[in-house]
Antibody, heavy 129, light 110 residues
């Protein structure tokens, strides 16, 4: 069964750090650009960033809203992707989802992902004092 | 990066068709054919239903149809069913390895 499971979400104070995990099974994790999204309560989806597969350099891209504060990494030996978040702000409160980003050939280098699938069930991060 | 514009809500009776619009710009939808659509039921994760503007993943009903013209993309749901009641989001590549989502459309089946 294809599955992504996020974990690590919790209540955290502003300015603190938190690391989320995304554990994959049932598909070729190493072939996908692992991508993070978030959804504030009652609001829409926002792309956070992704890490290319190791085969395409394993480099990362981020949304302007999190660049410099969030870092995505991956451990292909364990099929886990991570989202390290620092200097958290109240506006970072959201359900965080990970998903597999598919690309092929040269588009992977340029960051053009064809689609995002599968998705995890999400983990809630609440930033509040 | 501004969010793509979608109607906040749409409704239809069972069996009817509805078309959800997604308005972007020349920096996203207008420049790339990397538009995807996601269905999200309350409390659930988003689910891919359309990719590359018109393509349906395996297992997705052919009642879902995607299209694009200029800076506008659209999702048509034909033969509306109760199970289609959900939130729908468009997503587009926006250049420089970034992505932008639509504001979301809540579909109600009357």
């Amino acid at each position: 069964e294809v599955q992504l499971v996020e974990s690590g979400g919790t209540l955290v104070k502003p300015g603190r750090s938190l690391r989320l995990s995304c554990t994959a099974s049932g598909f070729s994790f190493g072939d996908y650009a692992m991508t993070w999204f978030r959804q504030p309560p009652g609001k829409g989806l926002e792309w956070v960033g992704f890490m290319r597969s190791r085969g395409y350099g394993g480099t990362t891209e981020y949304a302007a809203s999190v660049k410099g504060r969030f870092v995505i990494s991956r451990d292909d030996s364990k099929n886990i992707a991570y989202l390290q978040m620092k200097n958290l702000k109240t506006e970072d409160t959201a359900t965080y989802y990970c998903a597999g980003g598919y690309c092929s050939g040269g588009s992977c280098y340029s960051g053009r992902l064809n689609w995002f699938d599968p998705w995890g069930q999400g983990t809630l991060v609440t930033v509040s004092s | 990066q501004s969010a793509l514009t979608q109607p906040a809500s749409m409704s239809g009776s069972p069996g009817q068709s509805i078309t959800i619009s997604c308005t972007g710009s020349s920096s996203d939808i207008g420049s790339y054919s990397l538009v995807s659509w996601y269905q999200q039921h309350p409390g659930k994760a988003p689910k891919l239903i359309i990719y590359e503007v018109t393509e349906r993943p395996s297992g997705i009903s052919n009642r879902f149809f995607g299209s694009k013209s200029g800076i506008w993309a659209s999702l048509t749901i034909s033969g509306l069913q109760a199970e289609d009641e959900a939130d729908y989001y468009c997503c587009s590549y926006a250049g420089s390895s970034t992505y932008v989502f639509g504001s979301g459309t809540k579909v109600t089946v009357l």
